[in-house]
């Protein structure tokens, strides 16, 4: 079982509503991310918070506003989306982030499937 | 230039068999860790093996280990005694130590079927 929680694990948006993905660990992990997949693709990095700040944005557009309210929780607000941001959305933690920790392994949530119509 | 490559966007292997997986990677970097990652069609992405630039030893986790060929700059996927469960996209990363970049970087995936 995996030890990222991930809601829900299915979302139907029209372009003009706000919705929110939530992601929850308790491992005691200090690094939680948000990618984006695509069928068959890789993720891709979207966000990255570390100790509860915003490490990383990958110039992802401001329809999508992520927040970390504590250690354990990791949301992703979404407002007035496009249909090309219909993906697998996967949440994911870590240790920690910081240089040289290039042995940190991911603990990935199941994933949200997002349409948006 | 693709810093992660995997040649074999799908393949199919016998239940019971073993399969490899092929993976070539690229860096100037010494510090470095790969990663096999298993992605099923429910979605979950799950971490399966890794091996650090400076292990010695190849690594194995159960019916997985990983063929290290440092020179070569290969990490391959072997998985033996393959499994119907098996059946899924697999990806190969790696995480350089240098710079600002403490990212994972990915490969394309391999698509593996496992036959009954």
């Known amino acids: 079982d995996t030890e990222v929680t991930q809601t829900p694990k299915h979302l139907v948006m029209g372009m003009t509503n706000k919705k929110s993905l939530k992601c929850e660990q308790h491992?005691?992990?200090?690094?939680m991310y948000w990618y984006k997949q695509k069928a068959k693709k890789p993720p891709e990095l979207m966000f990255v918070y570390s100790y509860e700040k915003l490490s990383i944005n990958e110039s992802v557009p401001s329809r999508f506003s992520p927040e970390c309210p504590n250690s354990s929780l990791l949301n992703l607000h979404l407002h007035a989306l496009q249909p090309e941001d219909s993906a697998l959305y996967l949440c994911?933690?870590?240790?920690?982030?910081?240089?040289?920790?290039?042995?940190?392994?991911?603990?990935f949530g199941s994933g949200t499937q997002l349409s948006v119509l | 230039a693709q810093k992660i490559t995997q040649t074999q966007p799908g393949m199919f292997v016998q239940e019971k068999e073993a399969v490899t997986l092929d993976c070539t990677y690229d860096t100037s970097d010494p510090s470095y860790g790969l990663f096999w990652y298993k992605q099923p069609s429910s979605g979950e992405m799950i971490f399966l093996i890794y091996q650090g630039s400076y292990d010695q030893q190849n690594a194995t986790e159960g019916r997985y280990s990983l063929n290290f060929q440092k020179a070569r700059k290969s990490a391959n996927l072997v998985i033996s005694a393959s499994q119907l469960g098996d059946s899924a996209m697999y990806f190969c990363?790696?995480?350089?130590?240098?710079?600002?970049?403490?990212?994972?970087?990915w490969g394309l995936g391999t698509s593996l079927g496992v036959n009954p």
């Open positions: 491992m005691g992990h200090r690094a």
């Open positions: 990363a790696m995480r350089e130590n240098a710079g600002n970049n403490r990212k994972l970087i």
């Open positions: 994911a933690s870590s240790q920690e982030f910081r240089q040289g920790a290039y042995n940190e392994k991911l603990f």
